[in-house]
């Protein structure tokens, strides 16, 4: 979990000069308090829909699908 956050939001933030990395970092932080917070509190209004087998597939799919986008656009920028 720890590695592939590092080496996306590493990769990310080595396209940012000094000044606008720092931003970034902030921005990062402050997403991650934001995501975090908001996991614990959606749990508990979503944990239903995850009774089932077809609704943890859902939620597999669906975060399958964001690591294919960030890693996407991260061989984009490192292609550039």
């Given amino acids: 979990m720890y590695l592939d956050t590092v080496i996306l939001l590493g990769g990310l933030a080595a396209q940012y000069e000094i000044p606008e990395r720092n931003y970034f970092a902030f921005g990062a932080i402050m997403a ?8 614990g509190y959606g749990a508990t209004l979503v944990a239903p ?6 609704g943890k ?3 597999d799919l ?10 996407f656009v991260l061989m984009l920028n490192v292609l550039d």
């Fill in 57 to 59: 597939r859902i939620l």
């Fill in 49 to 54: 829909w995850f009774e089932s087998s077809r």
């Fill in 32 to 39: 991650s308090v934001v995501w975090f917070y908001g996991i």
């Fill in 62 to 71: 669906v975060i399958a699908m964001i690591m294919f986008v960030l890693a």
